[in-house]
């Protein structure tokens, strides 16, 4: 190359040739496609995986695929508005993203207060439409994020904290095996699950026996707007996911406030 373009335009051709390859390719065939010097490819690789503009694949010598970028809805950030209430559709009508928003107020004023958080912040990470997130089950429906300090242990300690909710007539292990896969790459995942009208004790002792053995967190819930009626069964093992996996939930999944305070936290 005679002269190296700036960063910006090197970015864009980078994005553009990927999209003309149909949105993933092997490192080496679009290297190649761009005739860029390896050190090239790969610290422009390095920076749009940082910036979750594209995300690893698989294949010999590994691959990239293309993050197709959505604005995320408003009602994605804590601050912003919350969708429905639990009065605003009728228990028969009532579908999960109705409880998205009941679930988020509770888990902000009442759940952070019991688990004594105070660098917290929490949004509905479902709502992210086409937008490519990592594969099946990798989307949580909300999400928190925190730092905590203590006074005898040294450093700031970082959490991922998933939930996945489920309404009443989705009470089975579905959920907890979905808050399982979000424990790759999250430090604590939950399964909220809304109790049916008339529960079972035995599908109730099955799903707490099931969230015990894979480490996930249980709560069950009758009110999702009544903290008083939620019933914590179990309590999530906190894992330690690879910190390049917690790097890529964050620019994928997280909103742009998130990413904001995370960064503020750590300085």
């Known amino acids: 190359m005679a002269g190296r373009p700036l960063d910006d335009s090197q970015r864009k051709k980078f994005l553009d040739v990927l999209t ?30 940082e910036d979750g503009q594209i995300l690893r694949g698989r294949g010999r010598g590994g691959s990239v695929v293309l993050v197709k970028e959505e604005k995320s809805p408003e009602v994605n950030v804590l601050t912003g508005p919350l969708p429905g209430t639990a009065a605003s559709a009728s228990l028969l009508d009532r579908t999960e993203a109705d409880l998205y928003g009941p679930c988020l107020e509770v888990l902000r004023e009442k759940w ?22 990592g594969g099946v089950w990798t989307r949580p429906d909300i999400t928190a994020i925190s730092m905590r300090t203590f006074s005898h242990w040294p450093g700031r300690t970082f959490d991922i904290w998933t939930f996945e909710i489920k309404p009443r007539w989705e009470f089975n292990v579905t959920g ?56 914590f069964m179990v309590d999530p093992v906190r894992k330690e996911p690879d910190p390049s996996l917690l790097e890529q939930f964050v620019v994928t999944q997280l909103s742009e406030t998130a990413r904001t305070k995370l960064l503020r936290w750590g300085k």
């Open 112 to 133: 952070t207060k019991e688990r004594g958080l105070h660098d917290v912040h929490i949004e509905i990470t479902a709502n992210q439409g086409n937008r490519k997130t």
């Open 176 to 231: 907890i095996f979905e808050a399982a896969a979000h424990a790759r790459t999250a430090t604590h995942a939950f399964a909220l699950l809304e109790l049916p009208l008339n529960p079972d004790d035995s599908d109730k002792a099955r799903l707490t026996s099931e969230a015990q053995r894979m480490g996930v967190g249980l709560i069950l819930f009758q009110d999702p707007t009544d903290f008083e009626t939620w019933d």
């Open 20 to 49: 003309q390859m149909g949105g993933s390719s092997g490192n080496t065939s679009l290297m190649n496609e761009l005739g860029w010097s390896e050190a090239e490819y790969w610290r422009l690789r390095d920076q749009l995986l």
